[in-house]
């Protein structure tokens, strides 16, 4: 069906507008309220709604996305060859929790079906993984996990998966380095995920820098609920749960695995034996990012997650944020919607941080965008960012997690990830989440086996073309053929009904899902 010429205009002080059409519109093109297309606008694009003189702000969601190169008639295409990108602001003098976040009644009777955990969190899936301290183990571990999906796990219908929790980090790094806490922490909290019960075990090389011990040091892991003697938030250490390739009892590879299934086997027993019981959805943890972006990002899929985090928040879940590059232009929004001025202050602390981290390696935010981002309409990372933020909705931020740390706390949060898709995920299921909420434009087919993965399309295009890999369709926003809220609920209907097992995401149905990927930011050596 052709569609008479549509654009998009997210604020009313905006003098750019974004083209609706599939395939864009040509020259000449006439919109509704008479405005003429001098040239060629591809669809997701910005067209110029007044006279631009040279130097003038380019404004989209009532932000500065950059000043005109030249000047840009009314209806000519703005791209990221026309205008210039503003500089980031300055960390001192930010607004400190100025904004109060709009009254939002409770949202109370809302339920999904999960596993208790020991210390009082819940899965969404009930999974054993298996930890590794180092690279060396990874393909032997996979060895084994693979004989024991096939052997094993058939005898266990309780257990929705086996998982290995490789990485490249553990051996070959400054482990003393103050930032090796980062990927140090992160592999161990992701071993403490809701989603594997609490069932820690491990396999370790012997010989590496990252000792079973400084990975889980005792009192890190807590007593399974299958102890009855054990009190809520009671913790232990590994036990023993750990397989040491370079013991000496090990005679050959077969030992090895034969070793890795036996202790598989006990774990197994125990995750078995759970049951998924009625949960509030205030034990949901979701964390919420965005790949593969396009101009439509920030006009579809990211304000219908944004609109699910409010009411995520509203029925006493938490939500993460994350992705710091694509916050940093925004940041006096996300300081002004701190709780309180210690949350704004770890907020700037984190962007500081990376600043830094960046300017060590010689970059800055503008490293962020992608080709595909600027086929996608999107003319640099600023643009980006105001689309990328909305995700977070307009609650008040409560909390901040430093990359690798584990959440303590409901409501907003923003935990400081790099935006790299995989990484960003990995320290996302570090932080805790059980759920988690992806949303692309340009299309991806990524996935984490630790945890559901919903992939929203911010086009209908999109959704259409990736039928079988895409959950939800945010581009019916664009065409007027939903709303905001309209998807904004579906969003969060599903968020129950995946994390309550009754239905599998996409992802999980094909059993697509990319490796974890951790966050070193320090040297190796
Ligand atoms: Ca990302």
């Given at each position: 069906?052709?569609?008479?010429?549509?654009?998009?205009?997210v604020?009313?002080?905006?003098?750019?507008?974004?083209?609706?059409?599939?395939?864009?519109?040509?020259?000449?093109?006439?919109f509704?309220?008479?405005?003429?297309?001098?040239e060629?606008?591809?669809?997701?694009?910005?067209v110029?709604?007044?006279?631009l003189?040279?130097?003038?702000?380019?404004l989209?969601?009532?932000?500065?996305?950059?000043?005109?190169?030249?000047?840009?008639?009314?209806?000519?295409?703005?791209n990221?060859?026309?205008?210039?990108?503003?500089?980031?602001?300055g960390?001192?003098?930010?607004?400190?929790?100025t904004?109060?976040?709009?009254?939002?009644?409770?949202?109370?009777?809302?339920?999904?079906?999960?596993?208790?955990n020991?210390?009082?969190?819940?899965g969404?899936?009930?999974?054993?993984?298996?930890?590794?301290?180092?690279?060396?183990?990874?393909?032997?571990?996979?060895h084994?996990?693979?004989?024991?999906?096939?052997?094993?796990?058939?005898r266990?219908?309780?257990?929705?998966?086996?998982?290995?929790?490789?990485?490249?980090?553990?051996?070959?790094?400054?482990?003393?380095?103050p930032?090796?806490?980062?990927?140090?922490?992160?592999?161990?909290?992701?071993?403490?995920?809701?989603?594997?019960?609490?069932?820690?075990?491990?396999?370790?090389?012997?010989?590496?820098?990252?000792?079973?011990?400084?990975?889980?040091?005792?009192?890190?892991?807590?007593?399974?609920?299958?102890?009855d003697?054990?009190?809520?938030?009671?913790?232990?250490?590994?036990?023993?749960?750990?397989?040491?390739?370079?013991?000496?009892?090990?005679?050959?590879?077969?030992?090895?695995?034969?070793?890795?299934?036996?202790?598989?086997?006990?774990?197994?027993?125990?995750?078995?034996?759970r049951?998924?019981?009625?949960?509030?959805?205030?034990?949901?943890?979701?964390?919420?990012?965005?790949?593969?972006?396009?101009?439509?990002?920030?006009?579809?899929?990211?304000?219908?997650?944004?609109?699910?985090?409010?009411?995520?928040?509203?029925?006493?879940?938490?939500?993460m944020?994350?992705?710091?590059?694509?916050?940093?232009?925004g940041?006096?929004?996300?300081?002004?919607?701190?709780?309180?001025?210690?949350?704004?202050?770890?907020?700037?602390?984190?962007?500081?941080?990376?600043?830094?981290?960046?300017?060590r390696?010689?970059?800055?935010?503008?490293?962020?965008?992608?080709?595909?981002?600027?086929?996608?309409?999107?003319?640099?990372?600023?643009?980006?960012?105001?689309?990328?933020?909305?995700?977070?909705?307009?609650?008040?931020?409560?909390?901040?997690?430093?990359?690798?740390?584990?959440?303590k706390?409901?409501?907003?949060?923003?935990?400081?990830?790099?935006?790299?898709?995989?990484?960003?995920?990995?320290l996302?299921?570090?932080?805790?989440?059980?759920?988690?909420?992806?949303?692309?434009?340009?299309?991806?087919?990524?996935?984490?086996?630790?945890?559901?993965?919903?992939?929203?399309?911010?086009?209908?295009d999109?959704?259409?073309?990736?039928h079988?890999l895409?959950?939800?369709?945010?581009?019916t926003?664009?065409?007027?053929?939903a709303?905001?809220?309209?998807?904004?609920?579906?969003?969060?209907?599903?968020?129950?009904?995946?994390?309550?097992?009754?239905?599998?995401?996409?992802?999980?149905?094909?059993?697509l899902?990319?490796?974890?990927?951790?966050?070193?930011?320090?040297?190796?050596?």
């Amino acid at each position: 069906m052709e569609q008479s010429p549509l654009y998009i205009r997210v604020h009313p002080n905006d003098n750019v507008a974004i083209v609706v059409n599939d395939g864009g519109l040509p020259e000449g093109a006439v919109f509704a309220d008479g405005l003429v297309l001098r040239e060629r606008v591809p669809q997701g694009h910005k067209v110029a709604l007044a006279d631009l003189a040279e130097g003038d702000e380019v404004l989209r969601y009532n932000v500065v996305i950059g000043y005109a190169l030249k000047a840009l008639p009314k209806g000519s295409w703005i791209n990221e060859h026309v205008i210039r990108m503003p500089s980031p602001p300055g960390l001192d003098g930010l607004p400190i929790a100025t904004v109060r976040a709009p009254e939002m009644p409770p949202l109370e009777g809302f339920t999904f079906e999960g596993y208790r955990n020991p210390d009082g969190t819940a899965g969404t899936r009930n999974i054993l993984a298996i930890t590794t301290t180092v690279q060396c183990v990874a393909d032997v571990v996979q060895h084994a996990v693979t004989r024991i999906k096939s052997e094993l796990l058939p005898r266990y219908p309780n257990v929705d998966d086996v998982v290995s929790l490789g990485h490249t980090y553990g051996c070959g790094v400054a482990i003393d380095a103050p930032d090796a806490m980062v990927p140090i922490r992160t592999v161990r909290n992701i071993s403490l995920n809701p989603n594997f019960g609490g069932e820690v075990m491990m396999v370790s090389l012997g010989c590496e820098k990252l000792q079973p011990e400084r990975l889980m040091p005792p009192g890190t892991i807590p007593i399974a609920a299958a102890n009855d003697v054990a009190d809520v938030g009671e913790t232990g250490d590994i036990n023993g749960d750990v397989v040491v390739l370079q013991d000496e009892a090990h005679i050959g590879f077969q030992s090895m695995i034969e070793s890795i299934m036996k202790m598989a086997g006990h774990h197994l027993e125990r995750l078995n034996n759970r049951r998924r019981e009625t949960c509030p959805a205030s034990d949901l943890v979701i964390g919420v990012q965005c790949g593969g972006s396009d101009a439509f990002s920030g006009l579809t899929a990211n304000p219908a997650v944004g609109f699910a985090t409010d009411l995520l928040v509203r029925a006493g879940a938490t939500v993460m944020f994350s992705e710091v590059t694509e916050v940093r232009d925004g940041v006096d929004q996300l300081t002004s919607r701190a709780a309180n001025p210690e949350v704004a202050q770890a907020i700037i602390r984190e962007m500081q941080w990376y600043d830094d981290y960046l300017k060590r390696g010689g970059a800055d935010r503008s490293a962020n965008t992608t080709p595909g981002n600027k086929k996608g309409g999107l003319s640099n990372i600023v643009e980006k960012a105001m689309g990328s933020i909305i995700k977070s909705g307009n609650s008040a931020i409560s909390g901040v997690l430093s990359p690798g740390e584990k959440v303590k706390q409901k409501g907003l949060i923003y935990a400081a990830t790099p935006a790299s898709d995989f990484i960003c995920g990995t320290l996302q299921v570090a932080a805790g989440i059980n759920l988690h909420v992806f949303t692309t434009g340009r299309g991806t087919p990524y996935s984490l086996a630790e945890v559901p993965v919903i992939k929203v399309a911010t086009r209908s295009d999109l959704a259409r073309r990736w039928h079988d890999l895409m959950d939800v369709d945010a581009g019916t926003i664009a065409t007027g053929k939903a709303s905001i809220e309209d998807v904004g609920w579906e969003l969060f209907r599903l968020m129950l009904e995946i994390a309550s097992g009754r239905k599998k995401t996409c992802a999980e149905t094909l059993k697509l899902h990319n490796a974890l990927v951790l966050f070193n930011p320090a040297p190796v050596t």
